[in-house]
């Protein structure tokens, strides 16, 4: 599935290849926003699932909600449900977090489905939950064979991606088959953002991140490598930098482009 030239109020003339499991890494949720509503336009609704960042809130049954998917998407795949294995009795309210994923993971289970996007509802899970969470979704994708888009802020669970897209500032920054070599100094930044606890008194560096600019490379603000180096810094906030391929990835750096 390829969608060409997602543009709108943030987003800028971005090439997306959805292949089986997908992600677009980033922290601004305007850009991810656009992403999806863009998204729809450009597919068929019908075949597209979605699991938001906030779980399922309403005062319906499990059953209720089930025959609302069946009514929106189509018949129901009694084996699917089988697996999700939820009480159909129970009421919305009586369910844990993962149980309420699960009854928004069902809508693939009615109709058609050939994309799931999912929002990055991992900020709002337990950390021994995530990772049952993503499996629970490769698991069913991998019976009913539809492609998978991942929302993620950070690193943490690419390694089940195949497509990798970091985006900042409605911009493509690097794109990645390989979920361990990264150069894009916003990437990097992301991967080296997450907080561990030290010992009392050990002092730990923390890569901030910002909101983006608005002209040139919209990380310049924040970027390690500009800051070092006084001409590149204006060449970053002047224009764009162009895709430079630094071992199959494609990479948007002055600072490597710079040294071709």
Known sequence: MVIQNISGKFISNIDLEIHKISC???????DKEEIEEILLKKTDTRKVRIIPRDRINIPLKVSEVYNLYEK?????SQFILSLL??????????????????????QVAFGETELLIVENFMETFEEQLKNLAIKEIIKISNLLDFKILFFFSDLDYINV?????VIYGGRLLEYSTNSSEFYHPYTLALKNSTLNIGKKGEKIEVNYIGEPAFRGCP???YCTFAKKDRKLFRTCVTSFPPKVIINRNEVYCWWYSSRE
């Open 85 to 106: 294995d939820l009480d159909e009795n129970a009421k919305l309210e009586e369910l844990s977090e993962f149980e309420k994923f699960k009854v928004e993971l069902a």
């Open 219 to 221: 990380f310049h603000d």
């Open 24 to 30: 677009i890494i980033g922290n601004s949720g305007k």
């Open 72 to 76: 929106r998407f189509g018949k129901r």
């Open 161 to 165: 991606c195949d497509r990798i897209y």
